[in-house]
């Protein structure tokens, strides 16, 4: 019997162990699952873990970090002898000083600091009994269990301690939110054990999942989780570690749920796998807590990319940028990519990213909100902006700074139409028209100075608040409320007169503009006593107008704003020709002729828009068919509210006026057009006469120069030979006499004969080619002047052109302030044409003349003159016509001198250095004289070229036409 009782003992021993493990585990299960769970399972947890503590035959207290109790449950009460009462909030080694120093003290410190589960026996003298004892801290608690071992010495008292702790396991495993399990180590994992709270998790009864009676637990496993489930499970098991799983089921209603699940393998001593303890929890809450979570992160982070103002956030630390929205990035131009993990002073200035930093710093040290009206920042692209600024801390859970938060606001429009506005409001206020606003009571909310100086008030502070009525009689008032306002109501505004009252009393007529707008009744008015006078004066002055325009033979005239005359007075008749009876009734229109209407009718229209006066002169037709003129003058027509009603004025005839003005531009076409002829016949004897008497000259010139030039030319040739025949006589002697006498050789060597005989041969060169050039040059004045040809004859273009080139060389030759202008020519095969030599080359003359002062001109303005160039080209256009065209690099002329450059008496030059005929007569050389064309194409600073265009013949009569003029 007692060796039964022994085998029975340590059996039981061994269980109680065993189940003792298993509560240890669990409740470092709950402890850990409640650091984790969410709140809401925290504290539906706690009234069941209570009732369970109360239930336990083991004492249980709890104390926080200041060693005060926070609970103690019944058995707790018995083993301290106190109630809890008595000693929750009471601190234990004020309670129980005797035990400082204790066993019990040092074991509580222990597990208080390490965090970790301290298990020891100690035997408590009050009940003189053994307990084993397990301290361990959870959060800021320490749990104490106490449990009576005296039942482990015994047999008896072993089996009521095992069946007490398997009471408790039972108790602990029904309450936990979560199935706890046991499953085989076969291939099909086959649930030994698994608690009942699989119901509430999966829908299915634990009974289907023991010993797989029903079904596998592996078989509710969502198939896409698997196979993950299985991996993560065997890889523990071979690393001996715990395992923790989240995946999904399909419950017994076919939904699924998420499930949390943690579990180890147990392992003998030999390190041979037995069995896998876990336990399950539902999470499909958190999951979808999580789920929300992410949703309303990604709506906020929505919100905040598509905010109308720029966010950014930094790190508390270095202040470096961890977000930047799109608003931020179009306000200040940085991209994201270019400022995270960047801080302001790798952004902007220096002075500026130190002020901003100051500011953050400012804000994370006193955990506050800071709002910058204005700060003017420079942006990416260097323009400057206006912002306001709010900076927050963000704090994390203990307090601590997190990240900085600023939102940004761009306000550099706003401020601008603050500016604005203030301009405006001091144009208001120096305006002369009086202008107030009032709200829907009607009470003056707004005055400006001129309106209270109208009115006779010193400052706005005596009307403000008050009514309208204040300023305006009985009647005013009456006639306001009942036409004015309902007009305002219905229309939004209105503009009439209306009599004031000053402070004084004085009433006075005034102008107002009443408009009504979504702050209020906004009224414009003015003191008109002044135009009322001026009016009456007007008035009484239009009937003197009327008087005198009567004795002076205008009729005067009324008309509506569609133009018909609504009066007339008698004397219409003499200047329309129709009575006032035929015209009344009808538009103006209908008298003129045709063309005249639509001029007519937009000169009235216009002066209509404005309101203002016109006048104008049109043609109409009598009733006999007469075209006759007329001058009207118009002045608008208002009603009394100012609006335009229609037109007033005079209607004057002035038929003979546009004869005699007809007349008299026909005598003055005809007197401008002979002066033009005498002008161009002046202008062409001048010439004519300049031309003979230049010709006469050169003529003169040439043949004085060419006689003489003639005797030396001809005289050179035997001048030659002469002196080829001395040198070769000396070069006889000097053979023949090779020793000449002392006095010859002397003179021999004096005079240098090899140098004079060598010399003597290239001077008479030279003097052959500087009589050649003579002769060439007195052939081209002949050429010139060409005065013994009078009427057409075959002429060569090409010897003109040379001879005026060569008459020109000089100026073509380089100088100390220009270098030399450069002749490019350009010639065709042309053959002789039928004209008058001697006025072409004068044409020729003066288009390079002209061509060579203006790029003379253009050498000089230039700092860095580039070479002047002329260009001459020829070309036979068709069978009957050539063209010559001359174009430079000159400056080139304006537009409007270009439409002028053939004008008699026009010039570009200096005075006295142009007489403005050169161009005009060379247009009626070529044109008039020769049926030909001159045209000039010129653009500023690029150069002018002038085309002359000629027929090869010309014909008879032509001729003839031009011989005889």
Request: proline share 3%; with cysteine; aromatic share 8%.
């Amino acid at each position: 019997m007692e060796e039964v009782d022994s085998q029975a003992y340590q059996r039981l021993q061994q269980e109680a162990i065993a189940l003792r493990q298993q509560v240890q585990t669990l409740e470092q299960e709950l402890a850990s699952w409640g650091k984790g769970s969410a709140k809401a399972e925290r504290e539906e947890l706690t009234p069941r873990a209570i009732a369970i503590l109360q239930g336990s035959t083991e004492a249980f207290f709890s104390l926080n970090r200041e060693w005060v109790f926070t609970y103690l449950n019944s058995q707790a009460e018995q083993l301290l002898g106190r109630s809890r009462a008595d000693l929750v909030g009471k601190k234990i080694w004020e309670e129980f000083a005797t035990a400082v120093g204790s066993l019990f003290y040092q074991q509580y410190h222990l597990a208080m600091e390490s965090q970790k589960l301290v298990n020891f026996e100690a035997f408590y003298p009050p009940l003189e009994m053994w307990y084993d004892v397990r301290a361990y801290r959870v959060g800021e608690e320490l749990f104490v269990y106490f449990t009576n071992i005296n039942a482990l010495k015994q047999l008896n008292q072993s089996n009521q301690a095992l069946y007490e702790s398997e009471q408790r396991f039972r108790t602990l495993i029904e309450n936990v939110p979560g199935a706890i399990y046991r499953c085989a180590s076969d291939s099909d994992w086959t649930m030994e054990f698994i608690s009942d709270a699989i119901a509430e998790i999966s829908g299915y009864p634990a009974s289907d999942f023991i010993n797989n009676t029903a079904r596998s637990f592996a078989s509710i496993i969502h198939p896409e989780d698997v196979a993950e489930v299985e991996d993560n499970i065997l890889e523990a098991i071979a690393a001996k570690t715990a395992y923790i799983l989240e995946y999904r089921i399909i419950c017994s209603d076919g939904a699924i749920r998420w499930v949390y699940e943690k579990g180890q393998g147990i392992f003998d001593e030999g390190g041979q796998f037995l069995y896998l303890d876990g336990v399950i929890f539902d999470i499909s809450d958190r999951k979808h807590a999580e789920a929300e979570l992410h949703q309303t992160r990604h709506f906020l982070s929505s919100v905040l990319e598509n905010l109308p103002v720029g966010v950014a956030v930094k790190e508390a630390q270095d202040l470096r940028f961890v977000f930047w929205n799109p608003s931020a990035a179009t306000l200040l131009g940085y991209q994201p990519e270019d400022v995270m993990g960047k801080n302001d002073r790798d952004l902007f200035p220096p002075e500026q990213a130190a002020e901003f930093i100051q500011k953050d710093r400012e804000v994370l040290a006193s955990h506050s909100t800071i709002e910058i009206p204005e700060e003017i920042v420079q942006t990416k692209l260097g323009d400057t902006r206006i912002l306001r600024t709010l900076k927050a801390a963000i704090l994390d859970r203990q307090g601590n700074p997190q990240y900085l938060l600023a939102i940004i606001e761009d306000i550099t429009e706003r401020k601008q139409a603050e500016k604005l506005l203030k301009q405006r409001i001091a144009a208001i206020e120096a305006t002369t028209d009086g202008i107030s606003v009032l709200n829907v009571d009607r009470e003056y909310i707004y005055l400006n100075k001129a309106f209270c100086r109208i009115y006779g008030y010193e400052s706005a502070d005596e009307l403000l608040g008050k009514t309208w009525r204040e300023l305006y009689n009985r009647e005013e008032i009456e006639r306001i409320s009942r036409v004015i306002l309902p007009i305002v109501e219905e229309k939004g505004q209105w503009h009439g007169e209306a009599r004031g009252k000053m402070r004084d009393g004085v009433e006075f007529p005034q102008d107002i503009s009443l408009t009504l707008t979504d702050f209020g009744l906004i009224c414009v008015c003015r003191d008109i006593r002044d135009r009322k006078a001026a009016e009456e004066a007007l008035r009484q002055s239009e009937q003197r107008f009327r008087d005198v325009s009567e004795a002076a033979g205008e009729y005067l005239w009324e008309i509506d704003l569609k133009g018909v005359y609504t009066f007339v007075s008698d004397k219409v008749k003499r200047v329309k020709g129709y009575d006032p009876a035929q015209v009344l009734g009808h538009t103006l229109f209908e008298f003129m002729l045709q063309e005249e209407v639509e001029r007519v009718r937009a000169i009235v229209q216009e002066a209509r828009s404005r309101q203002g006066n016109f006048k104008l002169e049109h043609r109409n037709i009598t009733s006999s068919g007469e075209i006759v003129w007329e001058e009207v003058n118009g002045v608008p027509l208002l009603d009394e509210t100012g609006e335009i009603i229609g037109f007033r004025g005079t209607g004057l005839s002035i038929t003979e006026r546009k004869r005699a003005e007809l007349q008299l531009r026909q005598k003055t076409n005809d007197l401008e057009q002979a002066l033009h002829t005498l002008q161009r016949a002046q202008a062409q004897l001048l010439q004519s006469e300049k031309m003979s008497g230049l010709g006469q000259m050169v003529a003169g010139v040439a043949h004085e120069i060419n006689n003489p030039v003639n005797f030396i030319h001809g005289n050179l040739n035997p001048a030659n030979d002469y002196a080829t025949d001395l040198l070769h006589l000396i070069e006889l002697y000097q053979q023949h006499y090779p020793d000449p006498p002392e006095v010859i050789q002397g003179e021999l060597d004096a005079i240098d004969l090899d140098f004079l005989k060598e010399d003597l041969t290239k001077l008479l060169r030279s003097m052959r080619v500087g009589t050649e050039r003579i002769r060439e040059i007195v052939m081209s004045l002949r050429n010139f002047s060409r005065l013994d040809e009078a009427d057409f004859k075959p002429a060569n273009i090409h010897e003109g052109l040379h001879g005026t080139l060569m008459i020109l060389r000089n100026r073509l030759k380089a100088t100390t302030e220009r270098p030399e202008i450069e002749i490019i020519k350009d010639y065709g095969d042309l053959p002789r044409i039928e004209c008058y030599p001697g006025q072409l080359n004068q044409v020729f003359m003066n288009i390079i003349a002209n061509a060579i002062d203006a790029v003379e001109a253009r050498l000089r303005e230039n700092v860095e003159p580039q070479p002047g160039c002329i260009w001459i080209s020829t070309e036979v256009l068709d069978t009957e016509s050539v063209c010559i065209r001359i174009r430079d690099n000159g400056s080139g002329m304006r537009e409007e001198i270009e439409h002028r450059i053939f004008d008699p008496f026009f010039t570009t030059k200096e005075v006295g250095k142009g007489t403005g005929l050169g161009m005009s007569i060379s247009y009626q050389i070529v044109c008039e004289r020769h049926n030909g064309l001159l045209e000039c194409v010129s653009s500023l600073g690029e150069g002018t070229e002038f085309i002359v265009t000629l027929p090869l013949e010309q014909r008879r009569d032509r001729k003839q036409l031009l011989t005889n003029a």
